[in-house]
């Protein structure tokens, strides 16, 4: 039985209107003043350090504590003013998900993972009334390696649960081949949705546990039991 499930954000819970790729482009122009930047950023599944160390280094500029600092303390700033811009929206299947969940008889542990910082989930979540579902999370603040995200998300829940987590007991829903990826480095089940930018033949070239277009077409039964 599955106690713990580990939700990404961006393309799994939410489409933000590409409110957090606008909000580091406005940033790097900004602050930094480097408009139009010619960085080649990938932003799918990847955790936000990493990809402002991509675009210092593509500008050589340097990745010190304060560079970061100064970019997110902005980021946040222009995350929140870009996500009321822009028409975003919760996935389909997200709310009957989540409330499926809460109503097992013993329902998961509900929870984060996600390359977000956590002040970004929380602005985006909130945008979205889904914040105060989730009881916890990894986030990319907490390190820029998304699969030692899946580490410390597996930590966290078995502090929570007062006992050790098995893999199979951990469920990881997300869109990317990273998500995918970051459960097998914890030996969980994952389910992969299409919501995002891949479709569900690429997912499922990763093999997943379970693969859907969206996820009102998933049981909650199914995956969690």
């Known amino acids: 039985m599955v106690r713990l499930v580990l939700f ?8 933000s209107g590409g ?3 606008k ?13 139009n930047s010619t960085a080649p950023l990938n932003f799918a599944g990847r955790t936000d350090p990493s990809i402002v160390r991509d675009f210092f280094a593509h500008h050589e500029i340097p990745a010190s504590p304060e560079n ?30 989540i409330a499926g969940m809460k109503a097992l008889p013993e329902p998961p542990v509900l929870a984060l993972l996600t390359g977000n ?24 603040d907490d390190h820029e390696d998304r699969n030692q995200l899946a580490v410390i998300a597996r930590q966290r829940g078995s502090k929570r649960l007062g ?8 469920l990881v829903i997300g869109d990317t081949p990273r998500d995918i990826a970051c459960a097998r480095a914890i030996d969980a089940r994952v389910l992969a ?3 995002g930018a891949f479709t ?25 039991g």
């Open 8 to 15: 990404d954000i961006d393309g799994t819970l939410i489409q």
């Open 163 to 170: 006992r050790p987590l098995r893999g199979e007991e951990i």
């Open 117 to 140: 910082i956590r002040l970004g989930a929380q602005i985006k979540l909130s945008h979205y009334q889904l914040w105060p579902h989730f009881e916890m999370g990894a986030y990319g």
């Open 200 to 224: 569900v033949e690429q997912l499922r070239k990763e093999t997943p546990t379970w693969t859907a277009h969206q996820l009102d077409q998933v049981s909650v039964a199914e995956i969690c």
């Open 68 to 97: 970061f600092q100064r970019f997110f303390d902005h980021y946040v700033f222009w995350l929140d003013h870009m996500l009321g811009q822009l028409a975003g929206r919760v996935l389909p299947g997200v709310p009957g998900m």
């Open 23 to 35: 909000a580091f482009w406005r940033v790097f122009a900004t602050e930094f003043k480097i408009p």
């Open 19 to 21: 409110a957090g790729e």
């Open 193 to 195: 949705v299409a919501t």
